[in-house]
Structure formats: C-alpha cells, structure tokens
C-alpha cells in the first residue's frame, strides 16, 4: 500500500505557466481533498471531491481547478500561475468523508513561481 | 464552523509529559474534536479524536471537559522525535470535508 502519493515532489514555474499536479491514492477512498500550506501556517483547503466525477471549492479556490475522473486520482490545475501560488500543496483522502475517518496525506509538492 | 486557539509554541524536554490545550468556545453539539501532527516537510498524520471524556490511544490522549469549551492533548514521555507542530481541529460530522487548519502549536523537545 503505497498510501497517497503526489507528482511531482518539486517544481519551479514562471508566471503564467500552467500545470498540473497529480494525486493518488491505493486505498479505495471516496473523499480527495487539495490544500495549500503557506510559511508558518495552517493547511487551507484548496477543492475536494466527494467522489468520481465531483468536485467542489474549498476555502481558496480561486486560481486552481480539478478534475476527479477516476476514484483514485485527483488532480489539481493552474492555468496561469502567479507568485502568490507558490506554496506546498497536499493532497488528503479520507474514506468516507466522516468526522470519524481520518484524513491521510500524501508528502506533498513545493511549489515555485517566478 | 467552530475557531480553535492553541498556544503559538511550547517547549518541553525528553521525558516529560507535554499538555497542548485547545480552545474551543462556539464547539456545536455534533462536532468532533480531532488532533493531528506534522512533521516538517511531510503531510499531516492524524493523532486521535474524541467526543467527550477522555480517549486514549498508543500516541497521546485526549480529554475533554464536560462543557466541551476546551480539549487538552497529552503526550506521555515525549521523545525528541515529537517535535512538530499539532493541530487541533472541531468540525460536524457532515462538514468534515471543510476541516479548518489554524497555525498550530509549535512543539520543540530538547535533550
């Protein structure tokens, strides 16, 4: 069980490059969820999904878009990146989305524009 | 979605027992305490949760008074490898999908 993975772990961008960063998740969870964590503070979330082929903003969704097309992968786009996205991005899943299933984490992707 | 304040840092040494107290004032009556950890440069893992009373697991505990204003994360014995910052999270069991991160508290445990 790999658990959740991200691709790529590193990547620097010149400002509006686009991209897209890759989730995967082995474990057969409906939830997926994208945050951003920014210097010395707390995660914010970015979009999740409640499942294959939906999708829904989180707290920051400005800037980024989504696409679940099969349960196992979430990906995360940014069309036209700006400085004010440099940040580490994490991907979570969570089983059932309860209170009670926990969210596992994937190591994350530093993010670097230019 | 209720706001939590934890302390910014704290300071413990091998050994001791660590206590990170959380604040949660608006708590509703269906949500759920929770606690992660996280290291630098890694994810956050998932601790332990609670409801009321205390709850225990092989990591920490979690007590929870009777008003639930408040939670408080145990850690027995920390090791210099719980440095990390912990997060205390109050979410509804439908709204789990919007968890909020606040800061965190900041843990450095010294020799």
């Known amino acids: 069980n790999a658990g959740v993975t991200q691709t790529p772990k590193f990547r620097v961008l010149k400002t509006g490059q686009s991209m897209t960063l890759l989730c995967a998740q082995d474990?057969?969870?409906?939830?997926m969820y994208w945050y951003r964590q920014d210097p010395g503070m707390g995660l914010r979330l970015i979009h999740y999904?409640?499942?294959?082929?939906?999708?829904a903003k989180g707290e920051v969704p400005d800037g980024y878009n989504v696409s679940r097309l099969k349960k196992q992968n979430f990906l995360l786009g940014l069309e036209s990146a700006a400085p004010s996205q440099t940040s580490v991005y994490f991907c979570?899943?969570?089983?059932?989305?309860?209170?009670?299933?926990?969210?596992?984490f994937g190591p994350g992707t530093r993010l670097t524009v230019l | 979605l209720a706001k939590t304040t934890q302390p910014i840092s704290m300071d413990s040494y091998e050994g001791q027992e660590v206590n990170i107290t959380c604040s949660h004032n608006?708590?509703?009556?269906?949500?759920?305490i929770t606690w992660y950890q996280q290291f630098p440069s890694q994810g956050p893992r998932f601790i332990i949760q609670?409801?009321?009373t205390k709850v225990t697991n092989e990591v920490a505990s979690l007590f929870i008074p009777a008003d639930r204003k408040s939670s408080t994360l145990s850690l027995p014995r920390v090791s210099l490898s719980d440095t990390a910052v912990y997060y205390c999270?109050?979410?509804?069991?439908?709204?789990?999908?919007?968890?909020?991160f606040g800061a965190g508290t900041r843990l450095a445990v010294h020799p």
């Open positions: 979570a899943s969570s089983p059932l989305g309860e209170v009670e299933d926990t969210q596992y």
């Open positions: 474990m057969n969870h409906e939830y």
């Open positions: 999904s409640v499942g294959e082929g939906t999708t």
């Open positions: 608006n708590i509703a009556t269906n949500d759920y």
């Open positions: 609670g409801y009321k």
């Open positions: 999270l109050v979410g509804p069991p439908s709204g789990y999908n919007k968890l909020i």
